[in-house]
T-cell receptor
Framework: DSGVTQTPKHLITATGQRVTLRCSPRSGDLSVYWYQQSLDQGLQFLIQYYNGEERAKGNILERFSAQQFPDLHSELNLSSLELGDSALYFC????????????FGPGTRLTVT | AQTVTQSQPEMSVQEAETVTLSCTYDTSESDYYLFWYKQPPSRQMILVIRQEAYKQQNATENRFSVNFQKAAKSFSLKISDSQLGDAAMYFCAYRSPYSGGGADGLTFGKGTHLIIQP
């Protein structure tokens, strides 16, 4: 158990809908990262937040957004969902942006039908 | 942009034997961090081992060790005394030493599926 929690574990929704994925980092970690794992694209970095502020952006679509709250939990919002958004979405955390390894949550499996 | 290549989509090894998974990367940076992550059927991403590029000594964690060849931009993972529980997807990952602009995010290879034959 990495100490990072993600809810829900599974999510099934229809095209065009909007969903919110939630992540709670390890106790004491200030940075949260979001990744997408799909068959087509593999594991891709989406976005990073550090202590409530957006820190870095990767291959995140404009239809996707995220935020980190004062209690350091983070939410990833996916809107206007398409079939191709079906994937496993991971959250990871570490103490600060300059730390080495990132600790991953169990992921949220999103299925868009 | 950095790229990470794992040229072996699948590897098979007999239980108790040794296997080496390959990883090469492309970067213009002189300092960086490299990682191996394991993803078993549960889909959980588990950190196996890490290497700082400025360290010449190869990292070791119990039965797992790396062969880091900086000039060749190669970072292979050796698993000794393979066990059934080692069966998983293994991902090589790169992280820039710099902060911001996406640099803190990990760049992953496509993965190697490791099969352990009993």
């Amino acid at each position: 158990d990495s100490g990072v929690t993600q809810t829900p574990k599974h999510l099934i929704t229809a095209t065009g809908q909007r969903v919110t994925l939630r992540c709670s980092p390890r106790s004491g970690d200030l940075s949260v990262y979001w990744y997408q794992q799909s068959l087509d694209q593999g594991l891709q970095f989406l976005i990073q937040y550090y202590n409530g502020e957006e820190r870095a952006k990767g291959n995140i679509l404009e239809r996707f957004s995220a935020q980190q709250f004062p209690d350091l939990h983070s939410e990833l919002n996916l809107s206007s969902l398409e079939l191709g958004d079906s994937a496993l979405y991971f959250c990871a955390s570490n103490l600060a942006g300059h730390s080495y390894e990132q600790y991953f949550g169990p992921g949220t499996r999103l299925t868009v039908t | 942009a950095q790229t990470v290549t794992q040229s072996q989509p699948e590897m098979s090894v007999q239980e108790a034997e040794t296997v080496t998974l390959s990883c090469t990367y492309d970067t213009s940076e002189s300092d960086y961090y490299l990682f191996w992550y394991k993803q078993p059927p549960s889909r959980q991403m588990i950190l196996v081992i890490r290497q700082e590029a400025y360290k010449q000594q190869n990292a070791t964690e119990n039965r797992f060790s790396v062969n880091f060849q900086k000039a060749a931009k190669s970072f292979s993972l050796k698993i000794s005394d393979s066990q059934l529980g080692d069966a998983a997807m293994y991902f090589c990952a790169y992280r820039s030493p710099y902060s911001g602009g996406g640099a803190d995010g990990l760049t992953f290879g496509k993965g190697t599926h490791l099969i352990i034959q009993p």
